[in-house]
């Protein structure tokens, strides 16, 4: 997976994964009125596309691991239903929590000033915290 996230990142992977986000924004009409409002939607949408490709692209890799690594080793109690149902879990949890971090980052970055890192590091300290 390491060999994968290199290649990809030789390849500008993730600036052209965000500006096909742009252009699927502008295909739907999801842009807003205000800057903010328009760079919070986008990055919540690329972090969510992001996500999307590299659980496609991790899947492989996992049921590797865990159905014949694991279970070569006798450590494997996982089913295939278990295994699907704990990405599905998985993909919906992050959605929530990108959904209310992303933006909340994005407005203290927004409104930070000077005191950017100050801010930044104790708001990631209280969430941290929180959960």
Do not use: R
């Not at 992977?13 to 502008?26: I, R």
């Not at 919070?40 to 991790?58: K, N, P």
């Not at 049921?63 to 494997?76: A, H, L, P, S």
């Not at 996982?78 to 599905?88: A, G, H, L, R």
Request: hydrophobic share 55%.
């Amino acid at each position: 997976m390491f060999i994968v996230e290199v290649v990809l990142l030789c390849f500008y992977w993730q600036a052209e994964l965000w500006n096909w986000v742009d252009q699927m924004m502008v295909a739907l009409g999801l842009c807003q009125t205000t800057y903010l409002k328009q760079d919070m939607a986008h990055a919540v949408l690329y972090s969510i596309v992001s996500a999307v490709v590299d659980t496609i692209i991790g899947t492989p890799f996992s049921v590797y691991e865990t159905f014949v690594i694991e279970e070569k080793y006798g450590f494997n109690k996982t089913t295939p239903k278990t295994f699907v149902m704990d990405m599905v879990k998985s993909f919906m949890l992050m959605v929530v929590f990108t959904a209310l971090l992303v933006p909340l980052l994005l407005w203290v970055v927004d409104v930070a000033g000077e005191n950017l890192v100050f801010y930044l590091v104790s708001t990631t300290l209280g969430i941290i915290i929180l959960f």
